[in-house]
């Protein structure tokens, strides 16, 4: 079956330092979406892409989708306390698939 | 504009108990979804709604869970009877568009320990 793989499964970066999570499908998605989950909370809903080789800004976060449409990744630059949290990627042809997700630390 | 409201927050039961979680949906949300979320993995969708119907039902464990959403609006999960290994967080979430293109929306959830 389908599924969405993301790496690393754990990051800890220092307060300023760049971070990327890639996610990997075995199938061409349809779009992808990606969350962020802080400690205790639920997913909330960052982003979506849809065209092939799509890049998205948000502040410091860029994110892209693949040629292929089978991989993305999400980048934050000068990384910040307050990006500490976990960040899944989620793609689909019918209904979306969540990664397991990557574990962001941030040490001031 | 309210979020997904989730009930209860918490609850603790014994084994071999049912539980049942109620959830609502932003307004206007036709798209709802249930997913369950254990420690350190992503949500995983146990069923799908459009409206009332449950469009996708393919990994609800039906012999012990169910689902309902009478009105196209609220809707309930139920685990009856409840096993050691349903302990997780029960997610709901919904969406303005039909699946895969809407964003969704998820309520805080429900942490479910089964003793």
């Known amino acids: 079956g389908q599924q969405v793989m993301q790496i690393p499964q754990y990051q800890h970066v220092q307060e300023g330092e760049d971070f990327t999570t890639y996610c990997n499908s075995s199938?061409?998605?349809?779009?992808i979406q990606w969350y962020k989950q802080r400690p205790g909370g639920h997913p909330v809903f960052l982003i979506q892409?849809?065209?092939?080789?799509e890049v998205k800004k948000q502040k410091r976060l860029t994110f892209q989708f693949g040629e292929a449409k089978k991989n993305s990744s999400l980048h934050i630059t000068a990384t910040q306390t307050t990006d500490v949290g976990t960040y899944f990627c989620?793609?689909?042809?019918?209904?979306?698939?969540f990664g397991k997700g990557t574990k962001l630390s941030v040490k001031p | 504009e309210a979020g997904v409201v989730q009930s209860p927050r918490y609850k603790i039961i014994e084994k071999k108990q049912p539980v049942a979680f109620w959830c609502n949906p932003i307004?206007?949300?036709?798209?709802l979804y249930w997913y369950l979320q254990n420690l350190g993995q992503g949500p995983e969708l146990l069923i799908r709604?459009?409206?009332?119907?449950?469009?996708?039902d393919s990994q609800l464990p039906k012999d012990r869970f169910s689902a309902e959403r009478l009105k196209g609006v609220d809707s309930t999960l139920k685990i009856q009877p409840a096993e050691l290994g349903d302990s997780a967080v029960y997610l709901c979430?919904?969406?303005?568009?039909?699946?895969?293109?809407?964003?969704?929306?998820f309520g805080p959830g429900t942490r479910l320990t089964v003793t």
């Open positions: 979430a919904s969406s303005p568009r039909t699946a895969p293109a809407g964003e969704q929306y």
């Open positions: 199938t061409t998605l349809s779009n």
């Open positions: 892409l849809v065209k092939s080789g």
């Open positions: 989620a793609g689909g042809v019918g209904n979306l698939i």
């Open positions: 307004s206007g949300h036709n798209t």
């Open positions: 709604y459009e409206n009332e119907e449950a469009v996708d």
